[in-house]
């Protein structure tokens, strides 16, 4: 079974269509590469790293998937991480430290889910959305979640491990139209170079 995807790290951003950028030093922050896309989404720049790899990641699956396709409550999101917000927590904090004013920007970051909030915002979406942290990936968590949200009448779900602590990142995101075993998700996972 094929399954579209878009894989992203600190050096590298591919997608299942064939599509490979090679990210250099001052793109860490993605911003050259949002640019790149073409699309007018100014929110994008205040945007957190997770919700910007995740933003990046969607509109490359755009390159395979006709989302238009779906109704606006069709598509429903599973998304996980290790970290949660861990990386703006501690921005936020020190905001607090350091200017005795926590900062409302970062605020609205210091909850993980708020990516597929953003996402869903983009794209006006109203399916159901979750995301979980988790000690490592789990084929398992989302293979049940998928079956699941297929159960409760979704046509399509947006899976995701968006990670972000410090300098490391990374983020998977992929799409099914089907329930799909663990198996299938370990292999997607696995075959990633990473």
Known sequence: MHIPFCYINPYTIKSSSGYTFQLQEEESDFKTHYKALEIEYPKFYKMDRLSKMAFIALNHLTQEIEFD????DE???IFGNTSASTFVDQLFSE?????KSPSPSLFVYTLPNILTGELAI???WYGENCFYVCESFDPILFADQIAFAFQKGAKGVLCGWVESIGNKHEALMFFVKNPVSELEIIELYNNLEK
């Open 69 to 72: 396709q779906f109704e606006d």
């Open 95 to 99: 905001s607090y430290s350091l200017q």
């Open 122 to 124: 983009f794209k006006k």
């Open 75 to 77: 598509i429903h999101m």
